[in-house]
């Protein structure tokens, strides 16, 4: 039996495309393996957002070197940002490397591992797929199947934000068909799964594909204001409308300028959409802002944010931040903290700059001293910490709905799930995953609320309780 290990390196995008390259290796007859000892192909799904990206892949890869010198046969390969972005330079720099693959390649695995295990001679495919985008379809079966899963609506970037490497390693905006990201969601929903998560690097900015369109068609493109047409919102309506089992519907991650006024209406109209937004702010100062070509500015990003909240009341958002971009001065980033308490950010995904391969930002000083960048990191996580912990301790006492996504990591006897507005909920109880519950909440920790059952308002689905999404 061939026996692959797939090792995922960084973001959520990452985690999706690993489940699709399992997929097309099962479907070639592989089967998983937790030993690097055993297995026959080992894929390292790299990320290439954040720091030093490269120098852990190489580090990862001095791990397994040994196993091909050990056994014959056993092929390397590296997919993901860091594979599109070094692309042969790869195969150059770690010559034990047979296949290097791009994110638009995933479907050619197979054929490439077979043809290395043939013993041709190392390869590396990286063009992006911009005249025939394709996207894998999850394959629904009983194995696979989670409470909560992923459905991308659309690839690549065509933003140029100044610190970001995504759109030369994810290539231009190509849109996924309607009919096929409905029919996907179907089929996740008619399996087993209560939630779905659309998924896009600018999720928001999605138009149906017809022929000769391009991103350009939806005016205005470059313009400050909100640029979009009300295409996305429509598709949350058609979801709502087709797939009437689904119990949730979430997407990230939404680009601020395409906060539409028909996407926040569709928030008010359609009960299946999330109370909670995932919406990156990166900086709530103007000055910054526009130096990372963001094309919005803290007035019309809190503008956004509170028509939301008057249209969905109760809604919670959560946001990106970047700390000590070039230039960034201690007024900047009290602009970044008064924004953090006027949109009551209840979470944040904060990292400190550091300069990405190919990026518009690597032509500016890197002029933040490590030791302020800490600082300033610790100055917004103790900012949104103090949201958070006041925003779960006024639930206390509260009934709060909520989706059980899997066991808790830490506690055997206890379940996971989140609450419509995302709030992470443990309740105590038997065989839970994919129930609706109405709890009642008794306890605010830091990060997550305890409670107790009150009522189950749907039953446990059955999905392989091996496949679900573990919570911490
Ligand atoms: S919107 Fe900006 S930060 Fe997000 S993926 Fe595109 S370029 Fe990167």
Redesign the pocket.
């Known amino acids: 039996m061939k026996r692959y290990l797939v090792q995922t390196m960084g973001c959520q995008m990452n985690v999706h495309d690993s489940r699709r390259i399992e997929e097309v290796l099962a479907a070639d007859g592989w089967r998983p393996t937790d030993e690097p000892a055993l297995a026959d192909l080992v894929v390292f799904n790299t990320c290439s957002v954040r720091e030093k990206a490269e120098h852990k892949l190489m580090s990862a890869l001095g791990t397994v070197r040994g196993l091909k010198e050990a056994r014959r046969g056993v092929v390397i390969a590296v997919a993901g940002c860091v594979a599109q972005q070094e692309g042969e330079r790869l195969l150059q720099k770690a010559r034990f490397v047979d296949v290097v693959i791009g994110p638009d390649h995933v479907a050619e695995l197979p054929a490439l591992v077979a043809r290395a295990r043939g013993g041709a001679a190392p390869v590396a495919r990286t063009v992006f797929d911009v005249h025939a985008p394709a996207f894998l379809d999850a394959t629904p079966s009983p194995e696979r199947l989670e409470v909560s899963a992923f459905v991308t609506v659309m690839k690549g970037?065509d933003?140029?934000?100044t610190y970001?490497v995504?759109?030369y390693t994810r290539g231009p905006e190509r849109y996924r068909p309607a009919d096929a990201i409905v029919g996907e969601i179907r089929a996740m929903v008619e399996g087993g799964v209560r939630e779905v998560t659309l998924l896009g690097?600018?999720v928001n900015s999605w138009i149906e594909p017809r022929p000769g369109a391009t991103p350009a068609d939806a005016p205005p493109r470059w313009s400050a204001r909100l640029a979009r047409t009300s295409e996305f919102a429509a598709l949350l309506r058609r979801v709502a409308r087709e797939v009437p089992d689904l119990a949730r519907l979430r997407y990230t991650?939404p680009?601020p300028r395409h906060l539409t006024d028909a996407l926040i209406e569709a928030h008010a109209e359609l009960d299946v959409l999330a109370r909670h937004v995932h919406l990156?702010v990166q900086s709530g100062s103007n000055r910054v802002l526009r130096r990372m070509l963001r094309r919005y500015t803290r007035e019309l990003y809190l503008e956004r944010v509170a028509r939301l909240r008057e249209a969905v009341p109760g809604l919670t958002l959560s946001t990106d931040i970047i700390v000590g971009f070039p230039g960034e001065t201690d007024a900047d980033l009290d602009e970044t903290l008064s924004l953090v308490r006027e949109a009551g950010f209840v979470a944040a995904f904060a990292f400190k700059y550091s300069p990405r391969p190919n990026t518009p930002s690597r032509a500016l000083a890197d002029d933040v001293p490590e030791d302020v960048k800490s600082a300033r990191l610790d100055a917004v996580f103790d900012a949104v910490g103090a949201t958070q912990r006041a925003h779960l301790a006024s639930l206390v006492g509260t009934t709060q709905e909520v989706l059980v996504e899997g066991p808790s990591r830490t506690d055997p006897s206890r379940w996971t799930g989140r609450t419509r507005r995302n709030e992470i909920v443990h309740v105590e109880g038997a065989d839970l995953a994919g129930a609706i519950l109405d709890v009642v909440i008794e306890r605010a920790n830091d990060h997550s609320l305890m409670g107790r059952i009150a009522r189950t308002a749907r039953p446990a689905a059955p999905p392989a309780p091996h496949r679900l999404r573990v919570l911490a």
Request: hydrophobic residues 10%; proline residues 17%.
């Open positions: 970037c933003e140029r934000c970001c995504v759109p690097q600018t991650s680009h990156p």
